[in-house]
Nanobody, 122 residues
Framework: EVDLVESGGGLVRTGGSLRLSCVAS????????IGWFRQVPGKEREGVAC????????HFADSVKGRFSISNDNASNTVYLQMNSLKPEDTAIYYC???????????????WGPGTQVTVSS
């Protein structure tokens, strides 16, 4: 059974940085796709940053390009979301997502973590 566990959320001031971590377990192969979505209550979910472990390609939402980065630690099955120059509009619950099929463009994912809250104060 696939399990995703996020950590690293919290409260930060505008312009600050946070790094989210997600440990993935239960995949029988290591070429799965993984990424981060976020959601604000009352708004649609947004695919923030996604990557495929098969080829390392990445995709970022326009709203975070140049500020966020995504990386993998293959040895520990951990994916990181480094968030810099944070803005109040980045405030959301951030979810780690993953699936067995190849995906880079933050499309549909079957596996979701419980989420971690990120709050950016102005």
């Amino acid at each position: 059974e696939v399990d995703l566990v996020e950590s690293g959320g919290g409260l930060v001031r505008t312009g600050g940085s946070l790094r989210l971590s997600c440990v993935a377990s239960g995949f029988t192969r290591d070429d799965y796709s993984i990424g981060w979505f976020r959601q604000v209550p009352g708004k649609e979910r947004e695919g923030v940053a996604c990557t495929s472990r098969a080829d390392g390609r990445t995709h970022f939402a326009d709203s975070v390009k140049g500020r966020f980065s995504i990386s993998n630690d293959n040895a520990s099955n951990t994916v990181y979301l480094q968030m810099n120059s944070l803005k109040p509009e980045d405030t959301a619950i951030y979810y780690c997502v993953a699936d067995r099929y190849y995906s880079v463009y933050c499309e549909a994912y079957n596996y979701w973590g419980p989420g971690t809250q990120v709050t950016v104060s102005s």
